[in-house]
Nanobody, 127 residues
């Protein structure tokens, strides 16, 4: 069963922007944080950005700080990732995820802690 659905990926030139969207299924209730992960060819999946549900608190991987912004619309159960100044190094499949974490204790970008996942959307940045 697919609990999250991503959209907005595609090809883009270096320096360009994309906005990813993620819709969380109505059957998913037990979550307090949403995150974006990505997996580049031949690499492990890594955490990109995370945002606590209903608040503005967020965390970013160092590689995307200042370029990516995560946001949410809790009423719509949607989370977004605005990606600016993209580089070929950002090429990857981007996954949306949600779970319930312990505030101030769990690592917001730890893949193993996330319970609900989307199927991913491809982002390809050309030089």
């Amino acid at each position: 069963q697919v609990h999250l659905v991503e959209s907005g990926g595609g090809p883009v030139e270096a320096g360009g922007s994309l906005r990813l969207s993620c819709t969380i299924s109505e059957v998913v209730h037990t979550y307090n944080i949403m995150a974006w992960f990505r997996q580049a060819p031949g690499k492990e999946r890594e955490g990109v950005a995370a945002m606590w549900r209903g608040v503005s608190s967020s965390r970013y991987a160092d590689s995307v700080k200042g370029r990516f912004v995560v946001s949410q619309d809790d009423a719509k159960k949607e989370v977004y990732l605005q990606m600016d100044r993209l580089t070929p190094g950002d090429t990857a499949i981007y996954y949306c995820a949600a779970t319930r974490l312990r505030v101030g204790y769990d690592d917001e970008l730890a893949e193993s802690l996330y319970r609900f996942w989307g199927q991913g959307t491809q982002v390809t940045v050309s030089s």
